[in-house]
């Protein structure tokens, strides 16, 4: 085991911001400079917690309970984290995560209005104190970003919620941003890709300078 903990990076935002993108030029940024890394998602990451992303995901008949969907949402994240997510970081390698426990507080919290003390005490039983090291929050109007989303074909569940549904959800991660501002760095994702990238590879500079000057 080394003695240095990787960095644990995640990357937020609502639909059609282009995280699928941007997670790529990140994860080629990382490798360009040499860190070895870990890319994955949530909720999802391990056979099991896939397996729960489909079932948090698929459109069914059957309304699923807002708490439910909380639940499920934790339950994938515990087997991520045991699995995944802390041996990587404990083996000294950086994780790329795809959406995190901030988007349980933005999506069951605002668009569902779940109670976000609920969502607290869950997410100190699930983790404790672990946080992420740093969030780019990409971030898009609602309504340019779901023409985006709806432009990619089939909806899943949650992308077809009503527009209030995602304003709330953005309200959230937005309010969550000014909250925790050593955790999190803003995206305006509503430029140009170039400038989308030039801001994250900015950011990404400044923390690999960090990572650095530490080692």
Known sequence: MTERRGLFITVEGGEGVGKTTNLAFIADQLRCNGVAF?????????????????LLLDTRSEPVAPMAELLLVFAARAQHLQQVVQPAL???????????????YAYQGGGRQLNQGAIGELEQLVQGSFRPDLTLLLDLPVAAGLERAGARGELDRFEQEQLAFFERVRAVYLDRARRFPRQFRVIDASGPLSQVQAN??????RVLGEAGARS
């Open 200 to 205: 994250i590879e900015h950011v990404l500079a």
């Open 38 to 54: 870990v890319q994955t998602r949530e909720p999802g990451g391990t056979p099991l917690a896939e397996q729960i992303r489909a």
């Open 90 to 104: 404990e083996a000294g390698k950086w994780v790329l995560c795809d959406r995190f426990t901030d988007a349980t």
